[in-house]
């Protein structure tokens, strides 16, 4: 069957620390792989999209890498903060057709001071 | 930039009565946008896709008569929910894609509930 895993329990790390969060999926093939937050009773907010055969994107303290081999995506706060607290969505987008998205759970991250 | 809007943010309404949600892309032209529907502690779940002139697709399981979609421009999509019963209670998100980009970009819901 088909499927996204994010990891479903809250990860909670030290102000200043990378945080990591991992998206695995199976029987899928994606064209790119997308990171989205999303704050509560708030719609998610795009943060960075990657193409199946790019490795790694980066933006000012965001970093995702994609490897399609693993079908697994990681991505990385580093320095962060406590603002930096949501919940972080992966979607995967396939070619053709309207290119509709298909989410993870999310993983929630929470940053402490 | 590509900012959406979603009117209204939450509505409680009695069961058995029709609500219209409105989204619309601000700053940029959407040939595509798509309604979610998301319950507490799960992920986003795509009920439909919505191009402008043309009828929705609906993703399976979703009942086209309950939900209807009408995407009357370039910046305007409306999702119905007619007859709404309490299970139709939950948290409804739409996005737009702008033409020639891959992102897409989502207002900020609506809280639906129904007595």
């Known amino acids: 069957s088909q499927k996204i895993e994010q990891n479903s329990e809250a990860l909670n790390i030290q102000e200043g620390k990378t945080a990591t969060l991992t998206c695995n999926y199976t029987?899928?093939?994606?064209?790119?792989l997308q990171w989205y937050r999303q704050d509560p009773g708030r719609g998610p907010v795009f943060l960075l999209l990657i193409r199946e055969n790019e490795k790694e994107k980066r933006k000012e303290r965001l970093k995702v890498t994609f490897d399609t081999t693993l079908k697994q995506s990681l991505f990385h706060i580093t320095a962060s903060q406590p603002a930096d607290s949501a919940t972080y969505l992966c979607a995967l987008m396939f070619s053709g057709g309207y290119n509709k998205l298909i989410f993870g759970a999310g993983t929630r991250l929470a940053v402490h001071p | 930039g590509a900012v959406v809007s979603q009117h209204p943010s939450w509505v409680i309404c009695k069961s058995g009565t029709s609500v219209k949600i409105e989204c619309r892309s601000l700053d940029f032209q959407a040939t595509t946008m798509f309604w979610y529907r998301q319950f507490p502690k799960q992920s986003l779940m795509l009920m439909a896709t919505?191009?402008?002139?043309?009828?929705?697709?609906?993703e399976q399981g979703v009942e086209k008569d309950k939900f209807l979609i009408n995407h009357a421009s370039l910046t305007l999509s409306t999702l119905t929910v007619t007859s709404a019963h309490p299970e139709d209670s939950s948290f409804y998100i739409c996005s737009a894609r702008p033409q020639s980009r891959n992102e897409q970009f989502f207002g900020p819901g609506t809280r639906l509930t129904v007595l």
């Open positions: 029987n899928y093939s994606p064209a790119y």
């Open positions: 919505s191009n402008e002139g043309s009828k929705a697709t609906y």
